[in-house]
């Protein structure tokens, strides 16, 4: 079956815009994660859904990361007044429950701020 | 807190060698803990994964892991390396409610012809 998809594949943007990341996570799987891999570095928590509520935001690195997610379906990051330092892959993640282990990736987003 | 420490962000081998990729772990709960793959250009892949069953765990591409509790390790091994092998390997723990994964910061793997 298809995998965990992700649009756009990259996007440039100029700072202090508003940009939105959409994640399609695989058919059935209750649970998604949003990452932030930096260059270099390893993936950072970002926020997770169980169904379309978030019991863990802990990640957000600032009140410019917002997320939903639509019922079981499409999640959307949304980073405000976008900085330089926002510049990163942003990658989903779902899996069937939260107790599942096992999460599949999307290929991410490659977000730049000029 | 749960942490993950990869040592090394850069080991090299020659096509055929041992593979040994390093990862201690804290967790103050049993742990799950997780390699993953990432190819050039690609998404994370699951190389394999330890959910306190046996403590040696075998994956994909001939690499396995051994988890041991004494030295908070989880370290990568594969006997004999391939050209295809050379990739970024990431080490993950994971164990709280939310079952989030938190990374190491990531190892790439050179492989010589």
């Known amino acids: 079956g298809a995998g965990v998809s992700q649009s756009p594949s990259n996007k440039v943007t100029e700072k202090g815009k508003d940009v939105e990341l959409r994640c399609d996570p695989i058919s059935g799987h209750t649970a998604l994660y949003w990452y932030r891999q930096r260059l270099g570095q390893g993936l950072e928590f970002l926020i997770y859904?169980?169904?379309?509520?978030?019991?863990?935001k802990s990640g957000l690195p600032s009140d410019r990361f917002s997320a939903e997610r639509t019922g079981e379906s499409v999640s959307t990051l949304t980073i405000q007044r976008t900085q330089q330092e926002d510049s990163a892959v942003y990658l989903c993640?779902?899996?069937?429950?939260?107790?599942?282990?096992?999460?599949?990736f999307g290929p991410g987003t490659r977000l730049t701020v000029t | 807190a749960q942490s993950v420490t990869q040592l090394g962000s850069h080991v090299s081998v020659s096509e055929g060698a041992l593979v040994l990729l390093r990862c201690n772990y804290s967790s103050s709960v049993p742990p799950y803990l997780f390699w993953y793959v990432q190819y050039p250009n690609q998404g994370l892949q699951l190389l394999l994964k330890?959910?306190?069953?046996?403590?040696l765990v075998k994956g994909i591409n001939g690499f396995e892991a051994e988890f041991k509790k004494s030295e908070t390790s989880f370290h990568l091994t594969k006997p004999s390396a391939h050209m295809s092998d050379a990739a970024e390997y990431f080490c993950?723990?994971?164990?709280?409610?939310?079952?989030?994964?938190?990374f190491g910061s990531g190892t790439r793997l050179l492989v010589r012809p």
């Open positions: 859904f169980q169904g379309n509520s978030a019991p863990d």
């Open positions: 993640a779902s899996s069937l429950g939260v107790a599942s282990y096992e999460q599949y």
């Open positions: 330890y959910t306190s069953a046996a403590t």
């Open positions: 993950a723990v994971s164990r709280d409610s939310s079952y989030k994964l938190i």
